[in-house]
Structure formats: C-alpha cells, structure tokens
C-alpha cells in the first residue's frame, strides 16, 4: 500500500459473500430457446473494512434466443440488478439497475465459438448520482486442440461502488486466459490469466489524503495477472489452487494497492 489508509482498501480481504443462484432454459420450438437466470449475493464485511455496512445484491435476467443457422443465434437479454444495504444511513445508497442486450451467438468454424452483445444500461441510486450508458459483452473461445483452449473476454457495464462516497461507477474490462490439460498428467490442468479493468466513478470527491483536499472523479486501473492449478480427483470431483495478483492504481494516490491472493477450493458436480 501506498498508505497506512490504503492497507484496508481492497474490501476482498475483509468481507465474506455467500452466493446462491439458479439457471433455467426451455426450447420452446427447435429454433427457440428461452431462459430464466437469478443469482443473489449476501455480503458481510468485517467491523474492520472501510464500508458503510452490509448488503445484499439480486440480479435477475430473462433472454428469448432464435437460431438462425445450426450454428448461429440471435436474441435479447433482459437485465435487473438490485443493491440493498442491510443496515441505515443517513443516505440512502441502495440502487437499482435496468438494461437490455442484443446478443449473437455464433460458431464460424470447429474451433472457434463465441458471444458478442450490446446493449444499454441504467442504474438508479435512492441518494442520487444516476448513471446510464452503452454497454457490451465479448467472449471468444478459440479450441487451439482437444487440451488447448484460449478464452477473451470483455464488458461495459455499470456497477454499484463497494464505498458510499465513490457512488456508481462504470466498469470497462478484458480478460485474457489459457486453459490447458497435460499428457503426461492427465488428471492436471492448468489455467493462466491476466486481465485490465478501468472503472469510472461519477460523484467527484475531495481527496484529502494527498491531493490537498482537491476536487475530482475518482479513477482507478487494475491489472490482474494469475494461475491455476486443477486437480481431478474423480469425474466428480476436483480441487483447485489459484494465485492472483491484484494492483490498482488511482488517481486518489492513497486508493493504490498491490494484493497477493491464494485461494484453494473443493469442487463437486451432481
């Protein structure tokens, strides 16, 4: 950190978020596939994280999808967001998010395949600082063989702040990633990444901790680089070991930080 304040900034490192969701198509005619997508989020921070209290996040979406080819689709994602904040403030922060995407699915050869939307967003804060715009969605994945595949992904996309004082922010980012499967071990894989991410803040701010008190929209880069390390212990079960490091670099100097993460999960599927 580039501060004794920034040693706390990075909320990842001091919340735990609980997820549940569920996923739900139907194939209408042989050309028409709905969905029905929600997920909710319940975040708690520890007492010592630099947030104004703990919430709860729904998103819920409904797409109708029309195949055109065997191999190509077009349709339309319908998006809500909704961000409550469990405890009071003297502000109202809790926000709601609408949008739509025009979305292609399309797979030009064997190996490669890939999803392309765009669409527009808006999202409303109860304590104002509303924020709208275009928005997209990009992921390629490109079969290089049977091990080998290599993924590009991106988004625009409008997001609700971990702080009350940087309000809404726009999240432009690209992610990057390697995913491979060994020979010599064929119950190992490998997966390599890196990824930029850029988010605008709407409701400038002073920055009193090295800027003299001077008036501005906060900016922040991040740049993520990492590596996993996959384990299938039988066709149902795997353990996975990840390192990630995590550094931001803002225009409110004291909001800089580098985070090494490691992270080591179970996973079954049934």
């Known amino acids: 950190p580039s501060s004794e304040f920034a040693s706390n900034f990075n909320p990842r490192q001091k919340r735990t978020s609980t997820v549940l969701g569920e996923r739900f198509q139907w194939a209408l005619t042989p050309r028409t596939l709905l969905g029905l997508n929600g ?6 921070f520890d007492a010592s994280a630099l947030q104004v209290g703990d919430k709860n996040d729904f ?29 009071p403030q003297s502000t109202n922060l809790d926000s709601s998010l609408y949008g739509f995407f025009v979305t292609a699915k399309f797979e030009p050869s064997a190996l490669i395949s890939g999803t392309v939307g765009l669409g527009y967003q808006k999202r ?14 990009v992921d390629l994945n490109y079969d290089f063989s ?23 922010h726009i999240l432009t980012e690209i992610n990057l990633a390697w995913e491979q499967q060994w020979p010599l071990f064929p119950k190992i894989g490998t997966r390599a990444f890196i990824g930029i991410q850029k988010l605008d803040f709407t409701k400038p701010q002073a920055d009193t901790i090295n800027g003299g008190g001077v008036i501005k929209s906060q900016s922040n880069d991040i740049s993520t680089v990492g590596l996993d390390l996959i384990y299938d212990i039988q066709k149902w079960l795997k353990a996975e070991v990840e390192y990630m490091r995590v550094e931001n670099s803002s225009n409110f100097d004291s909001n800089d930080f580098l ?3 490691l992270t080591f999960s179970v996973t079954t599927v049934f």
């Open 146 to 168: 049977s091990r080998t595949k290599f993924i590009l992904a991106g988004e625009r996309s409008i997001q609700d702040s971990i702080f009350a004082a940087a309000s809404v």
């Open 59 to 87: 998103t819920a979406s409904t797409s109708a999808f029309w195949a055109w080819t065997t191999l190509t689709s077009f349709g339309v994602d319908l998006i809500y967001n909704n961000t409550f904040h469990t405890a």
């Open 259 to 261: 985070s090494n993460v």
């Open 124 to 137: 409303f804060v109860s304590g104002g600082s509303n924020r709208a715009g275009l928005s997209y969605k």
């Open 39 to 44: 997920k909710i989020d319940f975040q708690r």
